[in-house]
């Protein structure tokens, strides 16, 4: 085959991506009859593998060669930066997940006309942007219309990952596309309770636990460093990655931090002999009146009800410091098609992996392990990008900066998964 060829081949996938998908739907689809009819089951789930393996390393071996462009060369994060974003944060952090922007994989674009930022990575020619943009409503427009043309100069799509709703009005003026990508578990703490029909689970899980004789406490590094204690964190790290499905996420989750601690609460469950059992990592937002779980993990033979007595306590006791609201998070690809948005081919695809791909990052199990919280309420969570269209291009984008492995990897990983399991 001669370059002619080839490059006339990644050209037809990439002009027609939505019509592969529907067309890789159909194929699933019709390879799910035998299966339904009882029929050739062993065939059937064998030629689905192979061709699954066949088209993933289709998409990845095009997604690697059709994106690559001049190298994009970014400014160097200071510590005085940082700084500026901590302060911004403070002033400006609305979304949950806006103290993700400290993390040490985000570099920042700042405003010379108002006081903001914008923390973002930059993957294959995307800028892939954690939550909304940190700035003073009254001033994001200004702030992503500088943002927009930093872009433009540099040749490069945009995409913000979980934006709430507070900045549409802004991302649309400005020619954003959107897609509704998940719902996030809000609880305002000053009225939450446990009590009632919606969490009765949450309820046994805790009784199991207060049975086993498990405690809670925080744990306050910049108070009083216990490097006991931080060992055992990390042990208990170490060992929830080694079981977890995925791996290790990035981007949109945070680190344990425990070398730079800065505001965030470690809450940490215990068994009668104090070995450590699970912890829970928040992070603030809303200046300090809303929490979120961004770190949650335990040991493989964890007891049930410790990671629930945790959240409670945490809850809690933040409650008692007068915080008003908590989170745990969004549950990615939820109702996204509970929204008035028109709906899109990507939005059926979305919809789709939400109820038939589960086993790879466990969607629907996420959701409801959430939902059993009663949460107060669930609040929409969206990309935007820019331009106004959504491409394969953004779509790998977020997958790479999410999967530190890469795109190869997280595929193997999942093809070995299935393999696995049958």
């Known amino acids: 085959m001669n370059s002619f060829t080839l490059t006339k081949l990644k050209k037809f996938f990439i002009r027609n991506f939505s019509f592969l ?112 943009p940190i700035c003073d409503e009254k001033d994001a427009f200004q702030l992503l219309s500088e943002f927009i043309s930093y872009c433009k100069e540099n040749e490069l799509r945009i995409c913000f990952c979980q934006i709430s709703e507070k900045f549409m009005n802004e991302f649309n003026k400005l020619g954003f596309g959107f897609i509704k990508y998940g719902e996030e578990a809000m609880f ?73 601690p800065m505001d965030r609460r470690y809450f940490i469950a215990v068994d009668s002999n104090k070995k450590i059992l699970g912890f829970v990592v928040f992070v603030p937002f809303l200046g300090g009146k809303g929490y979120y779980a961004d770190v949650t993990r335990r040991r493989k033979d964890a007891p049930i009800g410790v990671m629930e007595k945790i959240v409670i306590n945490a809850f809690n006791e933040m409650k008692n410091e007068g915080v008003r609201w908590g989170s745990l998070g969004v549950a990615p690809l939820a109702n996204v098609r509970g929204n008035k948005q028109k709906m899109q081919i990507i939005s059926l695809v979305l919809e789709f992996i939400y109820k038939n791909v589960n086993h790879f990052y466990g969607f629907k199990s996420l959701h409801q392990y959430k939902k059993k919280y009663g949460p107060t309420m669930w609040e929409s969570r969206f990309l935007a990008y820019y331009p106004r269209i959504f491409t394969p291009k953004i779509a790998y984008s977020i997958i790479k900066v999410k999967n530190p492995s890469g795109l190869k990897g997280f595929l193997i990983s999942q093809i070995r998964l299935i393999y696995n399991k049958s």
């Not at 406490?217 to 490097?227: A, G, H, Q, R, T």
Request: hydrophobic content about 40%; aromatic content about 10%.
């Open 188 to 260: 305002d703490l000053q009225t939450y309770t446990t009590s009632g029909k919606k969490a009765a689970k949450i309820r046994q899980a805790i009784n199991n636990a207060n049975r086993l004789g498990i405690e809670v406490f925080e744990y306050k590094p910049l108070e009083n460093k216990d490097v006991n204690i931080e060992r055992e964190i990390l042990e208990v790290s170490n060992e929830w990655l080694s079981f977890k499905k995925s791996g290790e996420l990035s981007f949109m989750l945070g680190s344990i931090s425990l070398d730079n």
């Open 21 to 132: 998908i529907a067309i890789l739907l159909i194929y699933h689809i019709v390879l799910a009859l035998p299966q339904r009819l009882k029929i050739l089951y062993s065939q059937s789930i064998l030629i689905h593998k192979n061709l699954c393996i066949l088209i993933g390393f289709i998409l990845v071996f095009l997604c690697n060669t059709c994106y690559k462009k001049k190298p994009f060369i970014e400014q160097t994060v200071t510590s005085k930066d940082r700084t500026k974003v901590r302060e911004y944060l403070k002033k400006y952090g609305y979304n949950s997940i806006s103290y993700l922007a400290l993390e040490k994989d985000k570099k920042y674009f700042f405003s010379k006309n108002v006081d903001g930022a914008v923390a973002y990575v930059v993957s294959s020619g995307v800028v892939v942007c954690a939550g909304d």
